[in-house]
């Protein structure tokens, strides 16, 4: 019964993923595109290059408390001293981000907007502080199941981040990668705050009574000392994939230049953007369905195992789908979306899909490890792949470029799906269904050889029109 319940929670929220992720995906894909369009190739590898170090200081700064509700909040939603310590690491956010805005503000007024590298830091310390309070929020909201709320935030998010930066592109001239970066946050912020006052009011973000009880700091250590066990590792886990996905940049950055990093990114950005678009809603709505299965069902390894393996079928039917197709139609996708300036890097894209959706699936299969409280595992295995991509892109880059990173990139992410394969042997083990694997690859392959002559057509047509 636990288990039926559980796939109709799974289905229910499902519903609710779909749109939550798949409109901001769109959308984030129509702002990559014009981007990298409208902006030069140095200014776009610019920009690349800064937001990607915001997503990675963001999961250092986020990532420990983000984990740690999704752990716990089952059993300590109701705690007092629970809530206050959320109630203020969102405090440390919002005020580090306005201190910041006022920062930047002042250096705009009294040196002027063409960048520097304190504007540039100014703008990234808000960017990272408003995607982390925002990381926060979609967390407590996922732990509960309010997928309705997740919804909105991120559908309310990027119509807003969409239409401040058209504005910013249509009303200014002489672009400046610190105003792109601030704009962009100042929209994330407004967003989130404006939602949170409809939902909870703002109020609730700066009055706490919890502090007042008795023996509360003792109780309020122990609650920190419990995210931090958990949540460092974890946190330890978050840089390790992220170090996977800006490390090759960084590489890029030290060895060519930022027209190279532009180039590189755009093509990787359509990987990631494309396997998230249409996978990134199952495994969100997965994540906490499973985390609550496995506490339900502790010491039943097994039909734990047979659970998340039914659960990530829907991913495999999609992701793979995904890969034959632009493992064909790379260099015509590429064409298409970027121009003729971005097809340097377009064999980037068969090279990283196949690594970037084996580490999605893996997503599934560290579940185990995480429902046997073993983050420590999964930060020395995600470790390891974030060393092998820096080693790889150290050695290939010089010699083959952002080729070369390509390859890096595979190596990497295929790495860390083996590890956890090879380890969950161990433990819940990750039931991989090989034979829906093949069967799924021959059919996509055949139905895609079957109508290539009409999707070349379309492709061409569209790849014409963009030249008019």
């Given at each position: 019964?636990?288990?039926?319940?559980?796939?109709?929670?799974?289905?229910?929220?499902?519903?609710?993923?779909?749109?939550?992720?798949?409109?901001?995906?769109?959308?984030?894909?129509?702002?990559?595109?014009?981007?990298?369009?409208?902006?030069?190739?140095?200014?776009?590898?610019?920009?690349?290059?800064?937001?990607?170090?915001?997503?990675?200081?963001?999961?250092?700064?986020?990532?420990?408390?983000?984990?740690?509700?999704?752990?716990?909040?089952?059993?300590?939603?109701?705690?007092?001293?629970?809530?206050?310590?959320?109630?203020?690491?969102?405090?440390?956010?919002?005020?580090?981000?306005?201190?910041?805005?006022?920062?930047?503000?002042?250096?705009?007024?009294?040196?002027?907007?063409?960048?520097?590298?304190?504007?540039?830091?100014?703008?990234?310390?808000?960017?990272?502080?408003?995607?982390?309070?925002?990381?926060?929020?979609?967390?407590?909201?996922?732990?509960?199941?309010?997928?309705?709320?997740?919804?909105?935030?991120?559908?309310?998010?990027?119509?807003?981040?969409?239409?401040?930066?058209?504005?910013?592109?249509?009303?200014?001239?002489?672009?400046?990668?610190?105003?792109?970066?601030?704009?962009?946050?100042?929209?994330?912020?407004?967003?989130?705050?404006?939602?949170?006052?409809?939902?909870?009011?703002?109020?609730?973000?700066?009055?706490?009574?919890?502090?007042?009880?008795?023996?509360?700091?003792?109780?309020?250590?122990?609650?920190?000392?419990?995210?931090?066990?958990?949540?460092?590792?974890?946190?330890?886990?978050?840089?390790?994939?992220?170090?996977?996905?800006?490390?090759?940049?960084?590489?890029?950055?030290?060895?060519?230049?930022?027209?190279?990093?532009?180039?590189?990114?755009?093509?990787?950005?359509?990987?990631?953007?494309?396997?998230?678009?249409?996978?990134?809603?199952?495994?969100?709505?997965?994540?906490?369905?499973?985390?609550?299965?496995?506490?339900?069902?502790?010491?039943?390894?097994?039909?734990?195992?047979?659970?998340?393996?039914?659960?990530?079928?829907?991913?495999?039917?999609?992701?793979?789908?995904?890969?034959?197709?632009?493992?064909?139609?790379?260099?015509?996708?590429?064409?298409?979306?970027?121009?003729?300036?971005?097809?340097?890097?377009?064999?980037?894209?068969?090279?990283?899909?196949?690594?970037?959706?084996?580490?999605?699936?893996?997503?599934?299969?560290?579940?185990?490890?995480?429902?046997?409280?073993?983050?420590?595992?999964?930060?020395?295995?995600?470790?390891?792949?974030?060393?092998?991509?820096?080693?790889?892109?150290?050695?290939?880059?010089?010699?083959?470029?952002?080729?070369?990173?390509?390859?890096?990139?595979?190596?990497?992410?295929?790495?860390y799906a083996i590890l956890i394969k090879l380890d969950s042997k161990k433990?819940?083990?990750?039931?991989?269904?090989?034979?829906?694997?093949?069967?799924?690859?021959?059919?996509?392959?055949?139905?895609?050889?079957?109508?290539?002559?009409?999707?070349?057509?379309?492709?061409?047509?569209?790849?014409?029109?963009?030249?008019?």
């Open positions: 019964m636990k288990k039926v319940k559980e796939e109709l929670i799974y289905k229910k929220t499902l519903i609710h993923y779909i749109p939550a992720v798949l409109i901001p995906a769109i959308t984030n894909i129509f702002l990559t595109l014009g981007l990298a369009r409208i902006l030069s190739i140095e200014l776009y590898g610019e920009y690349t290059y800064y937001t990607s170090l915001g997503v990675l200081i963001t999961s250092i700064l986020s990532q420990w408390l983000v984990q740690s509700i999704q752990k716990f909040n089952y059993s300590d939603k109701d705690k007092k001293e629970y809530v206050f310590m959320i109630i203020f690491v969102k405090k440390i956010y919002i005020y580090s981000f306005c201190l910041s805005m006022m920062g930047w503000i002042c250096l705009v007024f009294f040196i002027g907007r063409t960048d520097n590298i304190a504007s540039i830091i100014c703008s990234v310390v808000m960017l990272f502080t408003s995607q982390s309070l925002l990381a926060v929020q979609v967390a407590q909201y996922a732990a509960e199941y309010y997928v309705k709320n997740i919804k909105a935030i991120n559908m309310q998010q990027s119509f807003y981040k969409l239409i401040s930066v058209s504005l910013y592109l249509i009303l200014i001239d002489n672009y400046q990668l610190n105003e792109i970066i601030t704009v962009i946050s100042v929209s994330n912020f407004l967003n989130l705050m404006l939602f949170i006052q409809c939902k909870e009011g703002i109020k609730t973000l700066f009055t706490n009574k919890n502090k007042k009880m008795e023996n509360f700091s003792a109780q309020l250590s122990m609650q920190f000392k419990k995210f931090i066990l958990y949540g460092l590792p974890m946190t330890g886990w978050f840089i390790g994939s992220n170090l996977l996905g800006v490390g090759d940049r960084i590489i890029l950055k030290i060895f060519t230049d930022s027209s190279k990093v532009g180039i590189y990114s755009a093509n990787y950005t359509l990987v990631s953007m494309g396997i998230g678009l249409l996978v990134s809603p199952l495994l969100q709505a997965a994540h906490p369905v499973i985390m609550n299965f496995g506490q339900e069902n502790k010491g039943s390894d097994k039909k734990i195992s047979n659970f998340i393996e039914q659960l990530s079928r829907k991913y495999l039917a999609i992701g793979l789908f995904i890969v034959v197709f632009l493992s064909i139609y790379y260099k015509k996708i590429s064409l298409l979306l970027f121009g003729p300036e971005y097809q340097e890097g377009a064999l980037i894209i068969p090279l990283t899909i196949v690594g970037i959706f084996l580490w999605n699936y893996s997503m599934y299969g560290h579940k185990g490890i995480e429902l046997i409280g073993k983050p420590l595992k999964m930060m020395k295995y995600v470790i390891y792949s974030a060393v092998i991509n820096l080693g790889l892109n150290f050695i290939l880059v010089p010699y083959l470029g952002i080729n070369g990173s390509g390859i890096a990139t595979l190596v990497a992410y295929s790495s433990n819940i083990k990750w039931i991989i269904n090989y034979k829906l694997i093949l069967s799924l690859l021959i059919i996509y392959s055949l139905a895609l050889w079957a109508i290539s002559p009409l999707v070349n057509r379309i492709l061409n047509l569209a790849i014409s029109l963009t030249k008019t």
